[in-house]
């Protein structure tokens, strides 16, 4: 097929997708449609889709452009991100959508453009190349290879100087210096398969073991802002859990103590959304004050289910308020209308990290009378100079219960409450961040662990019913007549084999409503399921033990798909 058959194909496909995603581009025409086009408007993933009218002539991850490098002989550049990333938004702007910038890359190398939540494994041996070649990694991943897909060279975010001249400084290697190159790459490979081949002998997690980890951990706490020292800063929820499992087994005040500072940090911080709820994925400083704005479905799962654990051991009223907020944010603007969840919300709108979720004190006082704005600046210290950017990220600088206790207001939380309301409705007259709208099995099926725990132990039946929505959605629509799971669900579409995770996470999902709905006497999770069924038009006399089967029959094709029989695991 010759370049013009190629334009006009896929013309043809975004003629059809005409309205259904950005144009992210400054290369528009008079009526509106892209001057250039590549092949990713033939793919579905948002991300891939934000790069479908750059003057790079991506492809997309595939054999397509592996047999393109081989047919050319030229190298691949490899450009790996998602679409909620802040950074992969500013080198797509700088870089990718530079026309000076894509001629290089167009002449002299075949570009592809991988969006990292489809290929989390993928991902993971590049992202192991880079942080052996650089000590750190991140994303936009960049990553200069073979054109059998080795690499001999990554890194990160460049701008668009340093990439330029990069690229140009690799097109001499490639032409004078070849074999050092591959020389390089052979040594990567070696580098990548000894860090993600090589197994460690299984050791029993006895008392040595585990007081040495939780001694190293102590060490490296932030006593001041709990969580560990250092930034950036992040939840870091398995550690957590850990830490809340060492508690409860064991009463040990010093792990419950370092997950109550984590814990109030966090939800104090800027980190957490005051207003609408539910967490950024990590602070770029110590405070827990600045976020990277993206919302990731996983750290609301994972940080629900820890403040879930944390609240039913300290029963801290403020941790089941965090709780309680988290899980209503994701219901509320993370929730499919078909049942399940959406991946995540974007950093940047109005073409700025943040500008959606900060405040000037203009805005606090519009939104609110002279007596809620005067308890906002006490509460969340907003000032005219701010604290971002000019702006105000709200955070609470001290408890809430020792606010209400200042105040002697008996209705100090549904007052405060009642103006977080206004906040939000406020806000939400403002450009969204965007929303990545894939279903990811296994971060949906994390979120039904959660809502299930939650739902059960608390009495909450809004909650068990969106896991079981949840859960009834993906086994019908994501697992395929032969068992085997598909791992995206995408505009009434499924695609991308399921990962170990996807397979993982949705049975802990599903064995967590069989414990819910076997709670003795729990009425509500029985009341809830059998409204379900009405819902979804389907028979509604689905038992708990219903749960468990798929479970089996999912682990069942788990083991067949992933089960190493020589060295196991």
């Not at 976020?291 to 801290?316: C, D, I, W």
């Not at 105000?392 to 209400?404: P, Y």
């Not at 802990?508 to 729990?522: C, I, P």
Request: overall charge negative.
């Amino acid at each position: 097929m010759n370049s013009e058959q190629i334009e006009k194909r896929l013309r043809e496909v975004e003629e059809s997708k005409h309205g259904s995603y950005d144009k992210r581009t400054e290369h528009l025409d008079e009526s509106g449609r892209g001057v250039f086009i590549n092949r990713l408007i033939e793919e579905d993933s948002p991300y891939l889709l934000q790069h479908a009218h750059n003057p790079v002539n991506w492809y997309a991850w595939g054999d397509e452009a592996f047999a393109a490098a081989q047919a050319t002989g030229k190298p691949i550049f490899l450009s790996i991100g998602y679409s909620t990333c802040h950074w992969c938004h500013v080198m797509e702007v700088e870089s990718f959508d530079n026309s000076e910038v894509a001629a290089v890359l167009n002449e002299h190398f075949i570009s592809i453009k991988m969006d990292r939540e489809q290929y989390p494994d993928i991902d993971e041996v590049y992202m192991t190349g880079v942080q052996l070649m650089t000590g750190q990694g991140g994303w936009p991943m960049s990553n200069l290879l073979l054109p059998t897909g080795e690499p001999f060279f990554g890194a990160t975010y460049f701008p668009a100087a340093q990439f330029i001249a990069l690229l140009q400084q690799v097109v001499i290697a490639w032409d004078s210096k070849r074999e050092e190159l591959e020389a390089s790459a052979r040594q990567m490979q070696l580098g990548i398969g000894k860090i993600l081949g090589d197994k460690q002998a299984v050791q029993e997690l006895d008392a040595d073991l585990r007081a040495n980890t939780l001694q190293a951990l102590f060490q490296r706490e932030d006593r001041e802002r709990g969580g560990l020292a250092g930034a950036p800063k992040f939840p870091q929820e398995p550690l957590l859990l850990f830490l809340l499992d060492q508690a409860a087994r064991e009463q040990d005040p010093h792990a419950l103590s370092f997950v109550d500072r984590a814990l109030e940090g966090m939800g104090r911080g800027g980190i957490y959304d005051q207003v609408g709820g539910g967490f950024a994925r990590y602070s770029v400083d110590e405070e827990w004050l600045v976020p990277h704005f993206e919302k990731m479905l996983y750290n609301q799962s994972q940080l629900g289910l820890v403040y879930l654990q944390a609240y039913r051991l300290t029963h801290k009223p403020f941790f089941l308020r965090v709780l309680t907020q988290t899980l209503d944010y994701v219901l509320r603007d993370m929730q499919r209308p078909s049942g399940g969840f959406y991946s995540a919300t974007d950093a940047d709108s109005e073409g700025e990290e943040g500008v959606f979720f900060t405040w000037s004190l203009a805005e606090l006082r519009d939104a609110l009378d002279a007596e809620e704005f005067e308890l906002v600046r006490r509460l969340y210290g907003p000032d005219e100079l701010g604290n971002f950017e000019g702006s105000n990220i709200l955070e609470l600088s001290r408890s809430l219960e020792v606010s209400a206790r200042e105040t002697g207001d008996t209705d100090f939380y549904s007052t405060l409450d009642q103006i977080l309301e206004k906040l939000y409705l406020a806000r939400e007259q403002r450009i969204h961040p965007l929303r990545d709208d894939k279903l990811i099995v296994a971060w949906s099926g994390s979120m039904i662990n959660t809502l299930a725990q939650a739902g059960a132990r608390l009495s909450e039946p809004r909650w068990t019913a969106a896991a079981l929505r949840a859960a009834e959605i993906i086994c019908r629509e994501n697992i395929q007549a032969s068992g085997k799971l598909r791992r995206i669900a995408l505009n009434g579409a499924v695609s991308i084999n399921g990962q170990l995770e996807d397979y993982a996470n949705l049975i802990e999902g599903l064995v967590a409503l069989f414990d819910a709905q076997q709670s003795a006497g729990d009425r509500e999770v029985s009341a809830a399921n059998a409204g379900l069924g009405q819902q979804l038009g389907k028979e509604s006399d689905k038992n708990a033990s219903s749960w468990l089967v798929r479970a089996q029959a999912l682990t069942d094709t788990m083991i067949d798909e992933f089960w190493d029989p020589n060295q196991g695991g």
